[in-house]
């Protein structure tokens, strides 16, 4: 199977290309997705696609020098630019660097499958015979993962589905009995923002590289979670007894502390017997891993055989969440700040605290803002879907995340005070209807009018009836129509005044809105 990663600095497009890509039916993958050429060119040296699809007009590294870069530093990679754009310099940057396609947006299936199955062709021909076997065997190791993630997720629970995968993937330990351990990290954002600009992605590749060497396993049999923030490893019971264990997870954390400068939060289950059990062992090594202590440095580690004691009395008390519900409610932002505040004091003065008892608290206070704020959840989604929770292994995070918190509701307090009239949908229409002949993005929107683009996104689409790009195409398209019915201008013109560069682009999107090209449209209304 061919891996293929999407370039594109536009959310929408990476979704939209991969999405056609899945339905091809050909003998591809998509396993990255990268916002611009610098991104791109560092998710490489981990994912190690054999086809890109790029965008060529991106911020920070433009499509052209991305080319360039690629094709100096992975040439055996084949290339698709999909682009907008049919400027000279565009063409030409795919020519000297050996692209296999280049087609503009915006692109059929047809054309795309075609575009595929030529870039197929060409890493086919490029291939040697140990490059297959290495991309083998790196299939294997994904498949492997990939096998361990359903497993434990519980995708797959058919006993004889599990033996025969496990067969297929020659997994030899499938029937034996093991322990599992989960590994997360703390300071997992700070330090993926300060050495991998950002990158979860590339954070877990360099932690799970780490742990394959600590292993020294050629085929460790290790997975990522489905919200991709940690790392489970299997310990078969016939090759590691609790000594062993503790002496690896150890080395590892040693080794993430001195290449990543951060610590490991560790969870060891019981012995399982059988793969079907899988998420029996995860459920176990996870409630094992958040037996650690919140506030501490160094390696955390607790196993079912040796568990660290907890404490079971909550932080908040019931008429603490009353209050704080009754002030979020009110609109009280001073009490409601108040009251967080001294919910993380109180933490910071309990060092028994444990990371289990700060998300129990967290989900009770967050269940009391999306209850008494309407709207708050829909508004602020990245605080109420759990993987920021999820994620809290110290007191610094704890205290990004509460004021990050106070700071939504705060937010969400003032937004619902203003009129009708103020509504930013209502703002953002005037805009875009004012400018719709601009460049701008669903992006652009949310960082002018200070929003989550997600959150805009649904919001747009509730108030208007059509989606972002829906509502600026039919704006450019009514503009179109109306120049074309009273006006003797040229078509490559009116292009450019409702805002498309090239004009064999403005025709195709022209005919997918009113059936008729611009021309035929123009003899039409004139007749």
């Given amino acids: 199977m061919y891996k293929v990663m999407v370039v594109d600095d536009e959310t929408w497009g990476r979704k939209s290309i991969s999405k056609m890509i899945s339905e091809l039916a050909l003998d591809v993958e998509i396993i990255a997705e990268a916002k611009n050429g610098q991104e791109a060119l560092e998710l490489i040296r981990m994912n190690k696609p054999h086809i890109v699809v790029t965008d060529m007009n991106m911020p920070i590294m433009n499509g052209e020098k991305f080319l360039e870069n690629l094709h100096k530093l992975h040439g055996d990679i084949r290339v698709i630019v999909i682009s907008g754009y049919s400027q000279f310099e565009y063409l030409k940057a795919a020519l000297t660097y050996q692209a296999s396609e280049y087609v503009l947006k915006p692109i059929s299936l047809q054309e795309l499958r075609n575009a595929m199955a030529k870039a197929i062709d060409a890493c086919r021909d490029y291939m040697s015979l140990q490059q297959q076997k290495k991309i083998a065997k790196d299939i294997l190791k994904l498949r492997r993962e990939e096998f361990l993630q359903n497993l434990a997720g519980k995708r797959i629970t058919n006993l004889s589905d599990i033996h025969n995968q496990a067969e297929e993937l020659r997994i030899e330990t499938a029937n034996g009995t093991y322990r599992l351990g989960i590994f997360m990290f703390r300071q997992f954002n700070e330090v993926t923002k300060t050495k991998f600009h950002g990158n979860a992605d590339l954070f877990m590749f360099s932690a799970e590289n780490i742990l394959a060497e600590v292993i020294r396993d050629e085929n460790p049999l290790a997975f990522k979670s489905d919200d991709r923030m940690s790392i489970g490893l299997i ?30 939060v560790a969870g060891i289950s019981n012995v399982i017997a059988g793969f079907d059990r899988l998420p029996e062992a995860n459920g176990a090594a996870n409630d094992e891993l958040h037996r650690n202590k919140l506030d501490f440095s160094g390696l955390s580690f607790s196993s079912a ?147 989550d683009p997600s959150y805009l996104s649904k919001l747009f689409k509730s108030v208007t009836d059509e989606n972002f790009i829906e509502y600026v195409t039919r704006k450019r398209m009514e503009k179109a129509c109306e120049l074309l019915r009273s006006s003797d201008r040229k078509i490559n013109e009116i292009a450019e005044l409702v805002g498309y560069e090239n004009q064999r682009y403005f025709s195709q999107v022209f005919k997918k809105f009113t059936g008729m090209t611009p021309s035929e449209y123009r003899e039409a209304k004139s007749s």
Avoid: W
């Fill in 235 to 264: 310990f078969p019971e016939s090759s590691y007894d609790m000594e062993q264990i503790v002496r690896c997870v150890s080395d590892f954390h040693d080794a993430v502390k001195r290449m990543l400068s951060t610590d490991v």
């Fill in 305 to 451: 055989e040796n568990p660290i004691a907890g404490t079971s009395a909550g932080i908040l008390t019931s008429f603490d969440l009353k209050a704080l519900g009754h002030a979020i409610g009110s609109g009280n932002v001073k009490d409601g700040r108040k009251l967080l505040a001294e919910f993380v004091q109180r933490v910071g003065k309990r060092p028994s605290t444990t990371i289990r008892d700060v998300h129990r608290e967290l989900a009770k206070i967050l269940e009391i803002a999306g209850t008494e704020a309407k709207g708050l959840a829909a508004a602020f989604p990245a605080l109420f879907d759990g993987g920021q929770t999820a994620g809290i292994l110290d007191f610094q995070q704890l205290e990004a995340f509460v004021a990050h918190l106070a700071e939504a509701i705060s937010s969400h307090s003032v937004d619902n005070d203003q009129p009708e009239s103020a509504h930013p949908i209502a703002q953002i229409v005037a805009f875009l209807d004012a400018n719709y002949f601009e460049d701008v993005s669903l992006i652009d929107m949310a960082t002018r009018f200070h929003m």
